[in-house]
């Protein structure tokens, strides 16, 4: 890459000598009255700049994308191309410039093009993550078989080789975690926001509504430090200890209890935009025929809404299935199936950490499970949004 | 008769006490949340506040020149040759002949005295004879760090029955300290060095700080704000302006929702798989770091941009239309301006969002050790291409070492990024109220 | 003739009075909605509320059952009796009002329930029904009486917004009379209907009158006339003229009421 920064910073310059040759030439050829040039001097200036430098940096960034530079680098045949690019957009641009040259088309075209291509970006992410993963996936599959990966139940890598790689006891560690989490956050959450749509007053919900929102703003490590010093300590000392429990301090109830805090905020919101949602008048008729607030929230507002608020939640698990730092803190490193929430257990995300950050050889099995895991986990949490995003999409509609 | 209004039938009473039941969940789930936010905070604040304060000790240490400068020629490349080793002993001997001065006795050996001392002190005190070698020969005072155990004395980390069970120090050594501290030897002072210093091994928590970890923050917070800024910026104007509405940008449109609740640790994931291994870009680089940083803020910008866009009322557009504007030139002339508070404010909500993220950082090696201020372009490594550490990576580091002085560090460097994100959401805050418009 | 509109007289003044409001202000936050409104309403009795839009017919509806309870800004004064007790009570309670004084709205309003739960909703909250055999019967009486029970028998499981608009609006004035109130507060009810569901609803108005008292806004005087027997006209939050429904129509003692009704103002 290092010996493209020369070439691209030329062309680069070029384009700036451009952008002024263009003007000045365009007042030249327009006899210096700009009344005689269907475009004006900057446009045709534009056009110039843009000529110069989208061509030949298109041609680095698909070259990029090839991966080329990562064995050789560029050789001295492609520098001369992009080089012979930058020069002839130079070159053709400026010649063109006549006094009935649309220079402006032109400029808005090549703008047009580089808007496009940033609103691809987007897809070539997701282009990249599949493929990223896939293609690592199948380097595992080869060499541990997939049954093993889905159905064994013990997970104990080995890092001379052959390990255990069952997903089971990582995905009940992921699964009990948010559950415990979506049994706190969901009703606390809903809770609030029916509260505060249906009941507080304006000035208790100005205080307690951004009150509410700073918890989505807390970066998830604050929670997994929250759940490491505080939480965890907390509840060895006072519940599982005395109880006989465990003596654990991180645990699925730890990392569960940290996560459903940082749920709420989310479940509140996405309530309160759908509790918000559903018609005044529904409330009317049912306030008018004697109903108490409570009963018109539990009977009518919530059946309502009911749809959008199981959207929400689902989102909420699809955030929950994919935290990562707080179960890395919170929950614990060892794989186990239990139902004891007060033992430590692990999670897909944790494994992902702790299989990619190690320092055994990359081309293991033991790395390469962690994309494997991280497939799992990117097919269950896209499935999970792409359902709960068209149940939303479908609720709105019918009250739009 | 019928029944009359103005009694409450039987029937009625039971509801209103469902009602007030009902109530009250909604009440406490809202003081259940506000109080889980005080615990949270209180918990964070009450563990880093003592990350800012470092006791020090004032030392006035001889540096015999025939220890230090044994060629004699203060030339700095001869001096070098001796290491902190040789520095030891000169300042654990300072410190014995400090505590004789004050005419403190102590069962403690010189060594054990000794240990009092940061480990970090004898490389402070080299560098500066090292920087200036005419210091060699004269009898110099230095604030030198104090060792993690007696500042945890003042924090109250450490107490007589922690120090008796524990091989690093001793109730005696804190007896010492004590009385050290009270001759003004020992002092506790604001820990400036926390925020510059980098971080520093398993043995010295005294001296570790983030100086490397707000760098490399920093540098990909700028790789963040040149990328995903004009490229959200320019993809939510194609969508929102140019777009024709057909299947390739419907795909778009739920590929940008979707990618917005893709977990985090999958970015990293993809930064490992293409950006190092593929690309092989260097790792643990802040060029990394933001570019994956990049590609994640990328779907919050580009929704709060397109929101931003779409407030922008339509008679604004036809009225540039109306004055011959091409359409592109009523997008950049008079919509994009228009929009422009909104889109900041949505950058820089999702740049504090990048801020605090973690797990794919995680991944691409930039939990590494790191003591070398990364440089902001090398030749070597290119632009940002130097191993680096990260604010929250640096938190997530400190927690997994065993020493317990790392957690206050810990807690400190979450006290700092907090105070990042609150500046950056009060300006946020401050520039949506100072330019909102109601059309 | 004279003798006949004497003893018209005589009758309405025999008539129990329902509810009796006296000086009635309404404000909206500064707005000033209704002013000093007073008026007697009869039992057994339809009345009327006709004026132009804005004019208040609605807040002072809504006043009726307290309904004006659930706006923030919207602030009652002046005294509003319901047989002789004061609805604005401290110790009335608004829920056991609203059993009492029933309402149906301008747009019909079915709860995204099916269309037996819709109809069954209030007896269950209200506890009208001592089994599943008295809601059903509660149910299928009311939606005879609502006119809906041929075209809804067969789909009592079907959801309520699934019906025809008209549909609906019989549907909510089902679920209205189920409760079985003692006044009937509706507010435009068949603005969103046909001619013949206008007919239909019409014709269950006047059954109504047998067993409430039905007070009624409409913007159509054809439909005050018909159904009604006392007629109030509002102007910008007065009450501008309150008497048999014949009376306003055929010899209007203020100039607005006539110009209202001959089409000049509204
Ligand atoms: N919720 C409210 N907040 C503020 N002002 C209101 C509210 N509801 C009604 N008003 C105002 O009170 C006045 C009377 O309104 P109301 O709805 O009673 O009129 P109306 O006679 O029912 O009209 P229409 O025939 O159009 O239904 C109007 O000026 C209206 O703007
Ligand atoms: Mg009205």
Known sequence: ?400 | MKNSLLVTDARTKKRNAKEARFKAYGLSAIIVAMLALAVLLTSVVNNGMSAFQQTFITLQVPLPADKLDKVGNRDPADMAKVTTIGYNPILRDALVAEVERQGLTTELSAKDIGEMISKEASATVRDRVLANPDLVGQTVTFDILASGRIDGVFKGRVTMESAALDGNTSPEALILAQQLAEAGVIETKFNWNFFTAPDASDQRPEAAGLGVAILGSLYMMLVVLFLALPIGVASSIYLEEFAPKNRWTDLIEVNISNLAAVPSIVYGILGLAIFINFMEFNQSSPLVGGLVLTLMTLPTIIISTRAALKSVPPSIRDAALGVGASKMQSVFHHVLPLAAPGILTGTIIGLAQALGETAPLLLIGMVAFVREYPAAFSPESGLFGEASTALPVQVYNWTQRSDPAFVERASGAIITLLVFLLIMNAVAIYLRRRFERRW | ?266
């Open chain 3, 1 to 266: 003739m004279e003798d006949m509109i004497h003893m018209d007289r005589a009758m309405s003044t025999q008539q129990d009075i329902k509810i009796s409001a006296r000086n009635v202000q309404v404000y909206y936050g500064d707005t000033h909605a209704i002013k000093d409104v007073s008026v007697e309403i009869d039992d057994k009795t339809v009345t009327a509320f006709i004026g132009p839009s804005g004019c208040g017919k609605s807040t002072f509806l809504r006043c009726i059952n307290r309904m004006n309870d659930t706006i923030d800004i919207a602030r009652v004064t002046g005294d509003i009796r319901i047989d002789n007790e004061d609805i604005y009570d401290p110790k009335v309670d608004p829920v056991q009002l609203r059993a009492k004084v029933g309402m149906v709205f301008q747009k019909p309003n079915p709860f995204p329930k099916s269309i037996y739960d819709n109809v069954a909703y209030g007896p269950k909250i209200h506890g009208l029904a001592r089994n599943k055999a008295d809601l059903d019967e509660i149910v299928e009486k009311s939606l005879r009486k609502a006119a809906l029970w041929n075209e809804a028998k067969d789909r009592l499981d079907a959801p309520g917004t699934g019906l025809s608009g008209g549909q609906q609006q019989r549907l909510c004035i089902a679920r209205a009379i189920a409760t079985a109130p003692e006044v009937l507060l509706m507010d435009e009810p068949c603005s969103a209907l046909d001619p013949i569901a206008t007919a239909q609803v019409e014709e269950l108005i006047d059954e109504l009158r047998q067993s409430f008292s039905v007070v009624i806004v409409t913007h159509s005087m054809q439909q005050a006339a018909r159904v009604s027997q006392k007629t109030a006209f509002f102007h910008l939050g007065n009450l501008v003229e309150y008497d048999d429904t014949d009376k306003i129509f055929t010899n209007p003692q203020d100039p607005r009421t006539e110009s209202y009704i001959s089409g000049r103002i509204g």
């Open chain 1, 1 to 400: 890459m290092q010996s493209l920064t020369t070439p691209l910073f030329l062309i680069f310059a070029l384009a700036v000598i451009g952008y002024y040759l263009a003007k000045s030439r365009a007042m030249q050829v327009a006899g210096g009255d700009i009344r005689g040039l269907v475009s004006l001097p900057h446009q045709h200036a534009l056009n110039t700049a843009l000529a110069t430098v989208v061509p030949p940096t298109a041609a680095v960034l698909l070259f990029a994308l090839y991966g080329r530079f990562a064995d050789t680098g560029p050789s001295w045949l492609f520098t001369l191309v992009i080089m012979g690019l930058g020069v002839t957009g130079f070159a053709l641009s400026l010649i063109g410039i006549k006094t009935n040259s649309r220079a402006r088309i032109f400029a808005e075209r090549w703008i047009l093009g580089l808007l496009i291509f940033a609103s691809s970006i987007a897809v070539m992410t997701t282009i990249g993550i599949v493929f990223s993963m896939l293609f690592e996936t199948f380097n595992f599959f080869g060499q541990y078989d997939w049954r093993d990966f889905f159905f064994s139940l013990t997970w104990s890598p080995n890092f001379r080789g052959n390990s255990d790689l069952g997903i089971i006891p990582l995905l009940w560690g992921t699964l009990y975690v948010s559950f415990i989490a979506l049994v706190f956050a969901v009703p606390v959450g809903l809770f609030a926001a029916i509260y505060l749509s249906e009941y507080a007053s304006p000035r208790m919900r100005s205080i307690a509504k951004p009150a509410i929102e700073v918890l989505a703003g807390i970066p998830t490590i604050v929670y997994g430090l929250f759940a490491l010093i505080t939480v965890g300590p907390l509840l060895r000392d006072y519940f599982a200890e005395p109880m006989g429990l465990g003596q654990s301090a991180s645990s699925v109830m730890t990392a569960g209890l940290v996560m459903g805090i940082m749920l709420i905020p989310f479940v509140s919101s996405l309530s309160d935009d759908i509790i918000n949602a559903v018609p005044q008048a529904m409330r009317d008729g049912s306030l008018g025929l004697g109903a108490t607030p409570s009963e018109t929230i539990r009977q009518v507002v919530i059946p309502a809404a009911l749809p959008g608020i199981v959207g929400a939640i689902l989102l909420a698990a699809s955030r929950a299935i994919g935290e990562t730092m707080i179960v890395v803190l919170g929950a614990g490193a060892a794989a186990r199936l239990s139902l004891n929430p007060f033992e430590a257990m692990t999670t897909v995300t944790v494994k992902i950490v702790s299989q990619l950050t190690g320092d055994t050889d990359f081309a293991s099995p033991e790395t390469l499970v962690a994309f494997a895991l991280g497939l799992t986990l990117f097919v269950i949490t896209l499935g999970l949004n792409v359902f709960a995003l068209y149940i939303v999409r479908k609720y709105r509609e019918q009250y739009e």
